[in-house]
């Protein structure tokens, strides 16, 4: 970093003193000529005073040539005949002044019209030479380019060791990273600066990966512990199968091994489905029919021996903004679990709004202790230890179900229903067909 700023911090630097050192050359010339036209001035004005006056002018400057021509350019003055041609006479009459590069060395000449006493129209012209004239723009864009190296060289060795000093800090930062252990922080930078910012935003990236780091350990034990006990389980009743062939405890083994296997199963569709959440991995979001997919969702999970499961659903379609497995997979679990805990019934309600749509799935079950509302999205978080057989749960519906929801913009959160069990609320980005 230090060689690439340096580098173009010089370029830059180099590039603006060498136009400049070409501009101020070009400048050169016409500031001689300015100086020579601010000397030539009063010599003119005091030359057309003598003329109009009938007096023989005098520059009183040796340096200063006065001549005094007729309109065509004749000398009249008995001096000899300026170096002035034809076309310069013409210029010189309008009044314009006019520089004569080819001579040696370059004369300036300015010159005007005058009125003699006889009446007479007389050029007045007076002239000086500019002696170092050309050779002042070679000598001065030289120094000039030679300054402009020296100065861009400074301004590199200058460049150099301000970002060497300015990156010092960044130095010490990152050797201070090199050595950090589990839970340790980069020390803040007594200034307040950018660097303690920066040391701040790595702190907080620390934090985060430590943070993601727990939490990965902490699912990665959970995932293990659940994932076996199914198999565990499936391998002790292979296991008796193999050493009791009977074909009545065959059967009830089989049965159980698809008890267990269609766990397992949901088990292992849960993680991966929470994995590429973690991963970023979304499916486009489109409209779908809350409606129809609470009806259909409630056909999926009612049973003649379960819950009643009711539907109230506004007139016409509801849509939200979400993926039509996000929706099924949110009333799947919710009702799922619903199952497990109602009594005898179970209400799923859709409320319609024109910024938010809300469904709520009430069921008369036990309902959740206040203490545990705040938990139950939490993964492999159970409010009891209903692994037995009869429940099936693995812990991963819910935390799926606030997953998939908060990923889309959404809220659930859970309460107290109206028939004393559990109450899930969940907000969806209400949308329209277009």
């Known amino acids: 970093?230090?060689?690439?700023?340096?580098?173009?911090?010089?370029?830059?630097?180099?590039?603006v003193l060498v136009?400049?050192?070409?501009?101020t050359s070009?400048?050169?010339?016409?500031l001689l000529v300015k100086s020579t036209d601010d000397e030539l001035a009063p010599v003119l004005s005091a030359a057309l005073t003598a003329v109009a006056e009938g007096k023989a002018p005098s520059s009183g400057t040796p340096n200063i040539?006065?001549?005094?021509?007729?309109?065509a350019g004749t000398p009249v003055d008995d001096r000899p005949a300026p170096l002035l041609s034809p076309a310069d006479v013409r210029v010189l009459k309008a009044g314009t002044p006019v520089l004569r590069l080819s001579d040696t060395p370059p004369t300036r000449w300015q010159g005007t019209i005058a009125t003699s006493p006889d009446g007479s129209q007389r050029l007045v012209v007076v002239g000086a030479g500019l002696p170092g004239y050309a050779a002042a723009h070679g000598s001065a864009l030289q120094w000039l380019l030679v300054a402009a190296i020296i100065v861009a060289a400074?301004?590199?060795?200058?460049?150099?060791f301000a970002v060497r000093s300015a990156l010092r800090p960044v130095q010490r930062m990152r050797a201070a990273a090199t050595r950090l252990g589990a839970g340790k922080r980069l020390p803040l930078p007594p200034s307040h600066d950018e660097l303690r910012d920066l040391a701040?935003?790595?702190n907080?990236?620390?934090?985060?990966?430590?943070?993601a780091a727990d939490r990965l350990r902490r699912f990665t034990g959970d995932a293990a512990h659940e994932l076996r006990s199914p198999v565990a389980s499936i391998r002790v009743q292979a296991e008796v199968a193999v050493r009791h062939p009977d074909p009545e405890l065959s059967q009830e083994v089989l049965t159980e091994v698809v008890h267990e296997s269609e766990r397992l199963s949901s088990l292992v569709d849960g993680l991966?489905?929470?994995?590429?959440?973690?991963?970023?991995?979304v499916p486009p979001a489109e409209p779908v029919d809350l409606t129809a997919a609470a009806h259909a969702a409630a056909t999926r999970c009612s049973s003649e021996d379960g819950p009643e499961v009711v539907v109230h659903t506004p007139a016409g379609l509801c849509w939200v903004w979400a993926a039509h497995s996000e929706v099924d997979l949110v009333l799947d679990n919710l009702l799922r679990n619903a199952v497990r805990h109602a009594s005898s019934l179970i209400t799923v309600t859709v409320i319609a709004g024109t910024t938010v749509t809300r469904l709520v799935v009430d069921d008369d079950g036990a309902g959740i202790p206040p203490g545990h509302r705040r938990r139950v999205f939490d993964r492999f978080y159970r409010v009891q230890d209903d692994r037995a057989r009869s429940s099936g749960g693995t812990g991963l519906g819910l935390a799926l179900v606030a997953e998939v929801v908060r990923r889309r913009g959404g809220t659930v959160r859970v309460s107290e229903s109206p028939e004393g069990g559990a109450r899930f609320l969940v907000s969806w980005r209400t949308t329209t067909l277009t």
């Open 272 to 281: 991966l489905t929470l994995a590429r959440s973690d991963a970023g991995e």
């Open 26 to 30: 070009r400048m050169i010339g016409p």
């Open 204 to 211: 907080d990236l620390l934090a985060r990966r430590d943070e």
């Open 19 to 23: 136009v400049l050192a070409l501009l």
């Open 1 to 15: 970093m230090r060689f690439r700023v340096t580098t173009v911090a010089t370029a830059v630097t180099l590039a």
């Open 65 to 71: 040539n006065v001549h005094v021509l007729d309109t």
């Open 154 to 160: 400074a301004g590199a060795l200058a460049t150099w």
């Open 200 to 202: 701040g935003a790595l």
